[in-house]
């Protein structure tokens, strides 16, 4: 067993693990975030996103014990019902999910990418959209909803940035 610290959405935690036990499996085993959700468990769907030290990465491919001195962020402290964040909004608005099992992924995989053309002060292209999130897999939503959710949630961030 080892002995590991890390900061999970601002909060420090402290564990002893196995050093074979995924990062996906603490955090919603031991930690009770919920929001990292389990598809594939090798690589393949990208449900399991979450944040290391503000970048996208598959929880289901990382070993907790790598983790070790880092900042992690799930679903759950990127946002929530009292303060959610801008693509939460658009997912909703614009039927981006439907029965919601990739979506924390998808959140996680493309926050990133929309504050990335909000500071560039511009509207991506669909090519690029939909590049921005071809590591996540959904079932059921035929990814229109999702793609029209970035755009709004940008669109929306673009628009705060002019007032
Ligand atoms: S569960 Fe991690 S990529 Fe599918
Ligand atoms: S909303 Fe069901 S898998 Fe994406």
Same mark, same amino acid.
């Given at each position: 067993m080892t002995n590991i610290t890390l900061e999970v959405n601002g909060t420090t935690k402290v564990l002893e693990v196995e050093?074979?036990?995924l990062l996906a499996d603490v955090l919603r085993h031991? %930690? &009770? %975030?919920? &929001?990292v959700h389990i598809g594939c468990?090798? &690589?393949? !769907?990208?449900? !399991?996103t979450v944040h290391i030290d503000g970048v996208p990465r598959l929880s289901c491919l990382t070993f907790a014990v790598q983790c070790e001195g880092k900042a992690i962020q799930t679903v759950e402290g990127l946002g929530g019902p009292n303060a959610e964040h801008a693509l939460q909004q658009a997912f909703k608005s614009e039927h981006g999910l439907q029965c919601g099992y990739c979506t924390p992924g998808f959140i996680m995989t493309l926050a990133p990418f929309v504050g990335e053309m909000a500071a560039q002060k511009r509207m991506p292209d669909e090519d690029e959209i939909r590049e921005a999130m071809s590591g996540n897999v959904c079932?059921?939503? &035929?990814y229109h909803g999702i793609v029209a959710a970035v755009r709004k949630a940008i669109g929306d961030q673009l628009a705060e940035g002019g007032k």
């Open positions: 050093p074979r036990r031991e %930690f &009770g %975030f919920s &929001g468990a090798h &690589g393949a !769907c990208g449900c !399991c079932r059921c939503t &035929g």
